[in-house]
């Protein structure tokens, strides 16, 4: 089973969540995490794991041979992502907007463009005591990172539970992490900013056809409008966790929830249950 937990915004506590449900899941079967947020990993400050694998991970870019280039212009115009552009007798290209679709010297009509590698990060795996752990690293500068979260989500292995613990907000690279699990977890705080933000990603993983349900962080500092809001759009509120300095203390000397505080630990497992329950009316068994 595929679990992702996503958040609107960075802050909620989404990695809290994701390494604590994690850690509980062990008692269900074996568990493997993967740290989709490329571009600010931090999931291995909570499970510290034992890397035993680093994988860089390239994507092909056009490189065009000027001796054989026309300047017809086709490929700037097939191009979706403005990665190149042709004026007068000069072909720029634009790696760094690159998705190394192919399109441009598949289409070339004079074959006039081949292609390189270019780094964009790298990829770790490893072990955190049972559990199988996976992350990635996006190389600085660098404008994209789904590629980097296929690479990621490529390690995965034959086991009962993958958590993903997404990038935050509503991008492409959250849908790229969410787009094929079977259940997702919204973590979100009771405030304005905190509601904004929860309707985009609900909204977001509604049109990728997903259900979810929602964790409540610092529950107690704000106002009820949360609530309403999973209310009114029937998603459930599967567990709140209470605005709590010890939470904090702990959040920032690297102790996952459930290790710090152990009556956490049968909350979790609870609120693993009812993802699996999600997971069942979503896929209609």
Request: aromatic share 6%.
């Amino acid at each position: 089973m595929k679990i992702a937990v996503a958040s609107g915004k960075g802050g909620t506590g989404k990695t809290t969540v994701a390494t604590s449900l994690a850690l509980a899941l062990e008692a269900a079967g074996t568990v493997e995490f993967f740290d989709c947020d490329v571009e600010e990993p931090n999931a291995h400050l909570f499970l510290n794991p034992d890397i035993e694998e680093r994988t860089p991970v390239s994507l092909p870019v056009p490189v065009v041979d000027k001796e054989k280039c026309t300047h017809c212009g086709l490929c700037a115009k097939v191009c979706e992502f403005n990665a190149m552009a042709v004026i007068k007798d000069t072909v720029l290209v634009f790696p760094e907007l690159c998705h190394g679709c192919t399109a441009c010297w598949v289409l070339c009509p004079a074959d006039a463009i081949g292609q390189e590698q270019r780094e964009v990060g790298v990829a770790e795996s490893g072990r955190a005591g049972t559990m199988a752990f996976h992350h990635g690293w996006l190389r600085i500068g660098e404008a994209m990172s789904p590629p980097l979260i296929r690479a990621v989500k490529a390690k995965a292995g034959n086991t009962d539970f993958a958590v993903y613990d997404a990038p935050p907000g509503t991008s492409c690279p959250v849908v790229e992490t969410v787009r094929d699990v079977d259940a997702v977890v919204l973590v979100t705080e009771p405030t304005p900013f905190g509601l904004n933000d929860l309707v985009l990603a609900a909204d977001m993983v509604a049109a990728l056809g997903k259900l979810a349900g929602v964790v409540v962080n610092r529950a107690g500092i704000g106002d009820d409008e949360v609530t309403k809001f999973c209310a009114a759009r029937n998603i459930p509120i599967l567990l709140e966790i209470p605005f709590d300095r010890r939470i904090a203390e702990a959040y920032s000397r690297g102790e996952p929830l459930v290790t710090a505080f152990p009556d956490y630990r049968a909350k979790f497992e609870a609120l693993g249950e009812a993802v699996q329950k999600i997971a069942t009316v979503d896929t209609g068994c």
